[in-house]
């Protein structure tokens, strides 16, 4: 209204009469860019209502949602949404992040979404901080990985990217390692043994069942069926120390053996032949079900244990496996509330949790380097991997790091990307000539 008031109305209705033809050009103009101001005061306007509208005292969060919001718009986005990775060559390591989407729940309750994936190797964590005065700001962290997959991502798109390539590892005779990393809640389980609908899993859609696939079809190409080569399955579960087998009825405690040629063996594992993929379908689906059974929530023993899925291959007359394909749903790596907790189980646990995730840290590092001091005996996990990371560049591992998007998982959300990072620096400047 402002601006309609600095109108010269005398002057306007009577211009072409009385002012020469340049002038009314003129005049012309000043009422074009008057519009033009008009025009940006009202879209200003309209931002700020729509801004007011969010101001909703049922949403705490409404400044935090809105300064994302303005961040956002000014990227520019281009997310990864080809099928097939780039570029042949798989890396020995590689370092991946997925993006759930907000959850029912999470909408409802008008979390707010604080990351970003503006494109196919970079992620942004906006943190929601204040000034001494205690005005909100954000701050920005930056973070860059092998891929970045937005909450439109789906499982198959993720296993291109990250399982699918190893797949080859195992058929040349190698260990394939992939593992999913990252808070409870945040996807490991939903991304390896399949999508959720509701407490029900689908597990044709996981990277287990995904891997198994495409291990058939390799395994039906004359080079291998004409050797006779096959494949079992073992399914088993890292809970504190202990290893049970998910592929027996209660799934018993198994004892981790080291022999003199420092061979790890988990005694009486089941190694189940399968020949096709229902009948690993099968085996995935009992497993799952030990896994969770006597549990009323899907997460809560589950969350403490890391549950691995191989697939060997063997050659006639060879009782070692002469390759091997492991999947593991880590622990949730969240141990805050844990170090405080009254029942000293938990506390164990808990410590047990994060001693194996920082000596899996270090037997990638030691890897990356082709190191031949590998400190596997730092947890029952890495041990029972051990093979995953010796023999130098035949192995090849991948780390998925998965993230929640919401507010109140900023800090386990910032904790997990530095694990990620550090694992992705480490190589980086092993690369570096200087
Ligand atoms: P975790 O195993 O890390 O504890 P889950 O895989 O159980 O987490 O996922 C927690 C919830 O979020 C589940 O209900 C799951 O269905 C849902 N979820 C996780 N990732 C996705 C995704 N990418 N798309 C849709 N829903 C997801
Ligand atoms: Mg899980």
């Given at each position: 209204?402002?601006?309609?008031?600095?109108?010269?109305?005398?002057?306007?209705?009577?211009?072409?009469?009385?002012?020469?033809?340049?002038?009314?050009?003129?005049?012309?103009?000043?009422?074009?860019?008057?519009?033009?101001?008009?025009?940006?005061?009202?879209?200003?306007?309209?931002?700020?209502?729509?801004?007011?509208?969010?101001?909703?005292?049922?949403?705490?969060?409404?400044?935090?949602?809105?300064?994302v919001?303005?961040?956002?718009?000014?990227?520019?986005?281009?997310?990864?949404?080809?099928?097939?990775?780039?570029?042949?060559?798989?890396?020995?390591?590689?370092?991946?992040?997925?993006?759930?989407?907000?959850?029912?729940?999470?909408?409802?309750?008008?979390?707010?979404?604080?990351?970003?994936?503006?494109?196919?190797?970079?992620?942004?964590?906006?943190?929601?901080?204040?000034k001494?005065?205690?005005?909100?700001?954000?701050?920005?962290?930056?973070?860059?990985?092998?891929?970045t997959?937005?909450?439109?991502?789906?499982?198959?798109?993720?296993?291109?990217?990250?399982?699918?390539?190893?797949?080859?590892?195992?058929?040349?005779?190698?260990?394939?390692?992939?593992?999913?990393?990252?808070?409870?809640?945040?996807?490991?389980?939903?991304?390896?043994?399949?999508?959720?609908?509701?407490?029900?899993?689908?597990?044709?859609?996981?990277?287990?069942?995904?891997?198994?696939r495409?291990?058939?079809?390799?395994?039906?190409?004359p080079?291998?069926?004409?050797q006779?080569?096959?494949?079992?399955?073992?399914?088993?579960?890292?809970?504190?120390?202990?290893?049970?087998?998910?592929?027996?009825?209660?799934?018993p405690?198994?004892?981790?053996?080291?022999?003199?040629?420092?061979?790890?063996?988990?005694?009486?594992?089941?190694?189940?032949?399968?020949?096709?993929?229902?009948?690993?379908?099968?085996?995935?689906?009992?497993?799952?079900?030990?896994r969770?059974?006597?549990?009323?929530?899907?997460?809560?023993?589950?969350?403490?244990?890391?549950?691995?899925?191989?697939?060997?291959?063997?050659?006639?007359?060879?009782?070692?496996?002469?390759?091997?394909?492991?999947?593991?749903?880590?622990?949730?790596?969240?141990?805050?509330?844990?170090?405080?907790s009254?029942?000293?189980q938990?506390?164990?646990?808990?410590?047990?949790?994060?001693?194996?995730?920082?000596?899996?840290?270090?037997?990638?590092?030691?890897?990356?380097?082709?190191?031949?001091?590998?400190?596997?005996?730092?947890?029952?996990?890495?041990?029972?991997?051990?093979?995953?990371?010796?023999?130098?560049?035949?192995?090849?591992?991948?780390?998925?790091?998965?993230?929640s998007?919401?507010?109140?998982?900023?800090?386990?959300?910032?904790?997990?990307?530095?694990?990620?990072?550090?694992?992705?620096?480490?190589?980086?400047?092993?690369d570096?000539?200087?």
């Amino acid at each position: 209204s402002i601006l309609v008031l600095n109108t010269p109305v005398n002057q306007s209705n009577t211009s072409a009469a009385l002012f020469p033809r340049s002038s009314v050009v003129r005049e012309v103009e000043r009422l074009k860019e008057q519009r033009e101001r008009r025009r940006a005061l009202q879209d200003e306007q309209r931002r700020q209502r729509s801004a007011l509208k969010s101001k909703d005292p049922n949403n705490p969060n409404w400044e935090v949602a809105l300064m994302v919001r303005t961040y956002r718009d000014q990227l520019q986005l281009n997310p990864l949404r080809f099928l097939s990775p780039r570029g042949a060559r798989v890396q020995q390591i590689t370092v991946c992040v997925r993006k759930r989407p907000m959850s029912r729940r999470e909408l409802q309750g008008k979390a707010v979404d604080i990351i970003s994936v503006p494109n196919r190797d970079s992620l942004i964590v906006h943190e929601l901080r204040h000034k001494v005065d205690l005005t909100k700001f954000l701050e920005h962290h930056k973070f860059r990985f092998d891929y970045t997959f937005d909450e439109a991502c789906g499982n198959t798109l993720v296993y291109e990217h990250t399982a699918r390539p190893l797949i080859r590892t195992m058929f040349e005779g190698g260990n394939a390692t992939c593992f999913a990393y990252g808070q409870t809640g945040s996807g490991k389980t939903h991304t390896m043994g399949g999508e959720f609908c509701g407490k029900v899993q689908d597990c044709t859609t996981g990277i287990y069942a995904l891997a198994a696939r495409d291990v058939f079809s390799e395994l039906a190409k004359p080079k291998y069926r004409d050797q006779g080569a096959s494949v079992t399955c073992s399914y088993f579960e890292i809970y504190g120390s202990k290893v049970f087998d998910l592929l027996l009825p209660e799934k018993p405690m198994l004892r981790v053996l080291e022999d003199g040629r420092q061979q790890v063996v988990i005694v009486g594992l089941t190694q189940m032949p399968v020949t096709k993929v229902e009948e690993v379908l099968g085996i995935i689906e009992q497993g799952n079900r030990e896994r969770t059974s006597g549990q009323t929530s899907v997460n809560i023993k589950s969350s403490r244990s890391h549950a691995v899925f191989q697939m060997s291959l063997f050659l006639p007359g060879k009782c070692e496996a002469c390759g091997k394909c492991s999947f593991v749903d880590l622990a949730g790596n969240e141990r805050g509330a844990d170090t405080q907790s009254a029942n000293l189980q938990t506390r164990r646990e808990g410590a047990e949790i994060n001693k194996s995730l920082l000596a899996l840290k270090e037997c990638i590092r030691a890897l990356s380097r082709h190191s031949s001091h590998l400190p596997f005996r730092g947890s029952k996990l890495t041990q029972v991997l051990r093979d995953s990371f010796i023999g130098g560049e035949q192995n090849k591992t991948c780390m998925i790091a998965m993230i929640s998007p919401g507010l109140s998982s900023v800090e386990n959300t910032l904790n997990t990307l530095r694990y990620a990072d550090r694992v992705k620096e480490l190589i980086a400047k092993e690369d570096d000539p200087g």
